[in-house]
């Protein structure tokens, strides 16, 4: 008899991945495919619906072969995905538009529309979002509304990633109440389409959006013809996922307030996971639903590993050269070479990484990048060894605000792309002057998404229940010689952007 096995599906910005766990969590395959980001202005970031449909469909159904060839039964799948996506679909559910992501920056005036014209506290009251940026489908949707008006009036309904694949798989239109709340438009206590935001500010109604289910729930079956091409068991359970950040807590064990998660991938956030919405006077942070009495509090940055993967993108050729390697994994692994040789604070070279704006702490979308403090003895590994620590600099600004309304965390646990790079995470410790964890696993947010399918199955009892793969692997701790150096740069950090952007 095959063992159970289960299918986490993380739908990342910059790729498609599908991840197989045991019952203990340990990963035993994984299947990816890179997804390129369309940049055709500096306020444009969209992905192709279609493409990442047909890259969907190659995760899952290679990783059902793996699972067929090695008698593994496949018993849930669950999903995570990037929050903040928006695409207008027509009455036969074809899109109008591409997939605009959280960094998609072409709502702006929009987002200071709505600053202007409604109440911010009331809105942030009701959302748990800080509604007036342009991150959010709130202000992209007004955005097609006044910026392409023939688009909004042909749509039928305004959706996510998520809910056009599961659209496309199942034949309904569903959202699981994280990406629902990640929107601005979701009442995060009555886990409804809030009708207020939605007449007042879209003129729409809870039927051009579509139906909010939670986390934990299984999704309809598949359309036969989609289940052959996936190959899957009728028996197996796809439930409905929740976001990846959100995703990455459920991955890390991170069920109470007692820790935080730090993510970097290609953005970057710390949560913490609160028992009720846990909201910023200040409007730092977001508060986003994951159950009917758990809620993920935070702060996210636009720019993280986006902004090493730009360095390297424009630098490949020279970088490729030093790592004496033609795969990209090498370039990075030289890029903490490159750190390594270097010491703390990047000899008096300060980066802001902030290439597509801002979002927690501050909430400006119309920053930029800085290199402040160049001068003729900085190499190009000294810009990278900045981007690293400007990065963690922005990061520790959102850890800020977040312990100033939770309390300061017994511990972080570090996960995404940064987590396997030693050097990052002891700069981090050094800086926050915490200690950060790493679990065994560093698929998290995949690892999250699989969780909620073992819970529907029955795999856990219930949400709170930990995996073997969740235990701390290795726990890095500050220098408190280190952390004096870079609480010094930070305060420099912090003083170059008040100049710029105050």
């Known amino acids: 008899m095959a063992d159970n ?17 045991n019952h203990d969590g340990q990963p035993v395959h994984a299947e990816q495919r890179e997804t390129p980001l369309m940049t055709e202005t500096a306020a444009t970031a969209e992905l192709d619906p279609d493409l990442i449909f047909d890259q969907l469909i190659e995760v899952v159904s290679q990783s059902t072969r793996f699972a067929r060839e090695h008698n593994h039964h496949i018993r849930a799948i669950g999903w995570s995905t990037q929050l903040h996506s928006l695409m207008a679909v027509d009455k036969s559910g074809r899109p109008l538009t591409r997939l605009m992501t959280w960094a998609d920056s072409r709502a702006n005036d929009q987002a200071d529309e709505i600053s202007r014209q409604f109440d911010s506290d009331r809105l942030y009251s009701i959302t748990g979002c800080r509604a007036q940026h342009p991150l959010y489908p709130l202000s992209k949707i007004l955005w097609l509304k006044e910026c392409q008006p023939d688009v909004f009036a042909r749509a039928h309904r305004f959706i996510s990633i998520k809910t056009y694949l599961t659209e496309r798989l199942c034949g309904e239109y569903l959202i699981d109440i994280t990406d629902a709340s990640a929107t601005a438009c979701f009442n995060i206590r009555e886990f409804r389409w809030d009708p207020y935001i939605l007449k007042e500010i879209l003129g729409l109604e809870p039927r051009h959006f579509a139906r909010p289910v939670a986390c934990e729930a299984v999704l309809p079956p598949l359309k036969p013809q989609m289940r052959l091409r996936l190959g899957l068991e009728p028996e197996t359970l796809i439930v409905a996922g929740t976001g990846d950040g959100i995703a990455a807590n459920l991955g890390c064990g991170i069920f109470d307030d007692s820790a935080m998660t730090s993510t970097i991938g290609t953005s970057g956030a710390i ?88 979002r927690s702490p501050n909430w400006n979308a119309r920053t930029r990048g800085v290199l402040y403090g160049l001068d003729i003895r900085h190499s190009r590994a000294h ?30 646990r570090a996960n995404g792309g940064y987590a396997r790079s030693e050097i990052w995470l002891q700069m981090q410790a050094d800086l926050f002057g915490q200690p950060i964890a790493v679990s065994t696993v560093s698929e998290a947010s995949a690892l999250g998404a699989a969780y909620l399918g073992m819970l529907a199955a029955g795999t856990v009892s219930h949400l709170g229940e930990t995996l073997p793969a969740m235990a701390v692997h290795k726990i890095f701790q500050p220098d408190p010689a280190q952390s004096a150096v870079y609480q010094s740069g930070f305060q420099l950090y912090q003083d170059i952007y008040q100049r710029l952007y105050r």
């Open 5 to 21: 096995y289960y299918l986490g599906i993380d739908l990342g910005t910059s790729s498609v991945r599908a991840v197989l766990f």
């Open 271 to 358: 949560r913490t996971t609160v028992r009720q919405p846990l909201l910023d006077p200040r409007q730092r942070t977001w508060c986003y639903c994951l159950s009917d009495h758990l809620w993920v509090a935070g702060g996210a940055i636009n720019n993280g590993g986006i902004v090493l993967r730009w360095l390297r993108d424009q630098f490949l050729e020279t970088f490729k050269a030093d790592a004496a390697a033609s795969d990209l994994n090498s370039v990075y692994a030289q890029f903490d070479r490159y750190a390594a040789d270097l010491p703390a604070g990047s000899d008096g070279l300060i980066f802001l990484p902030l290439l597509t704006g801002e």
């Open 383 to 412: 810009i990278v060894r900045a981007a690293m620590e400007g990065i963690l600099y922005q990061m520790y600004s959102v850890y800020q605000a977040l312990a100033s309304i939770s309390g300061s965390s017994i511990q972080i």
